[in-house]
């Protein structure tokens, strides 16, 4: 199995504009971030201003990246037919979509806690200059505050999932095009529905389904009372939502002709 990772982490690191791609989703990220926490214009705690949500919100831009990376560790040999001398030379396929996973999600994690730190220090900065500071009502952002840090750890953990959710995809759809298409319609079509949806009890299912949404309930701070899951449960839902892809991406790729 060492030999298949290894194998992986070659191709991945040869693809052209990897690195490239991964550096701009952590620069992406902590960016977007940067914008919403300079654009805070709440000075007092009467706004319900959540500081560890705004200061992460490039997640939710820099996602769209990681997915496109994890999509290309699977898509990029389909696309040249490399896939089936990599298969010859790996006749357990399971073996072959657990390396590719592990590479996606090491390299994800990697971007994503250096966009998540650098989003939470240029928060702190920020905010406090727009005055979000305990004098004003708001807690401070920490990463030694318990729910700050569960906000910025859970975030890495999200974008792990949208990688091994697009692993999935594109293992069961092989197209490039296809799979980012797929794996972005079901992040933003969900938020789209719910927000056309007039009927409050169906918002709140669909917010529940919803990958994207209910996954990012794990950077919440504030108001925890008022969402329709937990911060670790929203965060399962995504999780389930990966293992349904890969499940189906594991299926597929062993049944199938490569």
Not at 13 to 36: C, E, K, M, N
Not at 46 to 53: E, G, I, K, N, V
Not at 58 to 72: E, N, P, R, S, Y
Not at 211 to 223: E, F, H, R, S, V
């Amino acid at each position: 199995m060492t030999d298949v990772v290894h194998a992986e982490w070659t191709k991945l690191r040869t693809l052209p504009g990897t690195g490239w791609l991964l550096l701009a989703a952590a620069a992406l990220t902590a960016v977007v971030s940067a914008i919403a926490a300079n654009a805070v214009t709440c000075p007092a705690g009467t706004c319900q201003l959540d500081p560890a949500r705004v200061s992460l919100t490039g997640i939710d831009l820099g996602q769209v990246i990681v997915a496109i990376v994890a999509v290309t560790v699977v898509s990029a040999e389909y696309s040249t037919g490399m896939i089936r001398l990599t298969l010859a030379a790996t006749p357990r396929r399971g073996q072959v979509l657990t390396a590719k996973a592990a590479v996606a999600g090491t390299v994800t994690l990697a971007a994503g806690a250096v966009a998540v730190l650098a989003s939470v220090l240029v928060g702190h900065l920020l905010l406090a200059r727009h005055g979000i500071t305990p004098a004003h009502g708001y807690e401070p952002l920490s990463l030694a505050s318990g729910p700050a840090l569960r906000a910025a750890a859970g975030s890495v953990l999200y974008l792990e999932l949208i990688a091994l959710l697009s692993v999935g995809v594109a293992t069961a759809v092989r197209d490039s095009a296809v799979a980012i298409g797929v794996v972005l319609a079901l992040l933003f079509l969900f938020p789209i529905i719910s927000g056309a949806v007039t009927s409050p009890a169906w918002h709140r299912h669909l917010d529940q389904f919803s990958p994207m949404t209910a996954g990012l309930y794990i950077q919440a701070t504030t108001n925890l009372r008022s969402l329709p899951l937990t911060p670790w449960q929203g965060l399962g839902v995504l999780a389930a939502w990966a293992a349904g892809a890969m499940l189906a991406g594991a299926l597929l790729l062993r049944f199938r002709d490569a």
